[in-house]
C-alpha cells in the first residue's frame, strides 16, 4: 500500500522565493496535518485538515504560510516569501478520523527538508 | 499550558540490556498519550495511544504504561533495530491541538 507521498524530499533555496510543499495523503484518510520538525523546537503541528477543510491553523506561524487543500487526494503548504529561519524538515501526515482525528494513529510521510540560503 | 518533557535525551545501551524511557506531562484533562518511533530520514512511525492511568500496551520488545503524571516506553532486551528516537505527545482538553516532546535518542550496541 502506498503511504502518504511528500514532494520534493529537498529543497534548496534562496531568501524571498516561494516554496511549495506537496502531498499526497493515504486513499480513503479524510483527515491530514502538516508539521514543521526543527532541532530547537521538535515537531510542531502547523494545521490540520478535515474532509478537506482547515479546521486548526493555529500552529501557522505567520501570514507567509498557507496552506490548501483542494481535494481529498493533494494537499499543499506555501511559504511566501521565504526566510532563513523558515529551514526546517515539513512533514505531511494523515489518518481516518471519525470524529477525533488527534486520537487516531497517525500516518506520516518521509518529509520535506527545506533549506532557505 | 499543557508541557511534554521526555527524558533522558539520549539513551546508550548494550544489545540485551533493558531499560526505560519517560514522558511526563502536564494537561488539563488527558485525551489521549501517543508513542511514536522516528528514524532518521524518516517520518514518525506510530506506536501506541494511551488513554487513562494504569493503561498498558505492548508490541514486541516494547510496552508502554501511563500513570496521571507520566508515561513509560519499557524497552526489553532490546536489540540494534530497535535504535531510533522516540517521540512522546499528548492532546488534552484544553488544547486544540496534538504536542509533541522532544524525543529520546535510543541507540542500541550490538
Known amino acids: ?117 | 499550558e499543557d508541557q511534554v518533557t521526555q527524558s533522558p535525551e539520549a539513551l546508550r545501551l548494550q544489545e540485551g540490556e533493558s531499560s526505560s524511557l519517560n514522558c511526563s506531562y502536564t494537561v488539563s484533562g488527558l485525551r489521549g498519550l501517543f508513542w511514536y518511533r522516528q528514524d532518521p530520514g524518516k517520518g514518525p512511525e506510530f506506536l501506541f495511544t494511551l488513554y487513562s492511568a494504569g493503561e498498558e500496551k505492548e508490541k514486541e520488545r516494547l510496552k508502554a504504561t501511563l500513570t496521571k503524571k507520566e508515561s513509560f516506553l519499557h524497552i526489553t532486551a532490546p536489540k540494534p533495530e530497535d535504535s531510533a528516537t522516540y517521540l512522546c505527545a499528548v492532546w488534552g482538553s484544553s488544547a486544540s491541538k496534538i504536542i509533541f516532546g522532544s524525543g529520546t535518542r535510543l541507540s542500541i550496541r550490538p
Open chain 1, 1 to 117: 500500500d502506498a503511504g502518504v507521498i511528500q514532494s520534493p524530499r529537498h529543497e534548496v533555496t534562496e531568501m524571498g522565493q516561494e516554496v511549495t510543499l506537496r502531498c499526497k495523503p493515504i486513499s480513503g484518510h479524510n483527515s491530514l496535518f502538516w508539521y514543521r520538525q526543527t532541532m530547537m523546537r521538535g515537531l510542531e503541528l502547523l494545521i490540520y485538515f478535515n474532509n478537506n477543510v482547515p479546521i486548526d491553523d493555529s500552529g501557522m506561524p505567520e501570514d507567509r504560510f498557507s496552506a490548501k487543500m483542494p481535494n481529498a487526494s493533494f494537499s499543499t503548504l506555501k511559504i511566501q516569501p521565504s526566510e532563513p529561519r523558515d529551514s526546517a524538515v515539513y512533514f505531511c501526515a494523515s489518518t481516518l478520523a471519525g470524529g477525533q482525528a488527534y486520537n487516531q494513529p497517525q500516518h506520516f510521510g518521509d518529509g520535506t527538508r527545506l533549506s532557505i540560503l
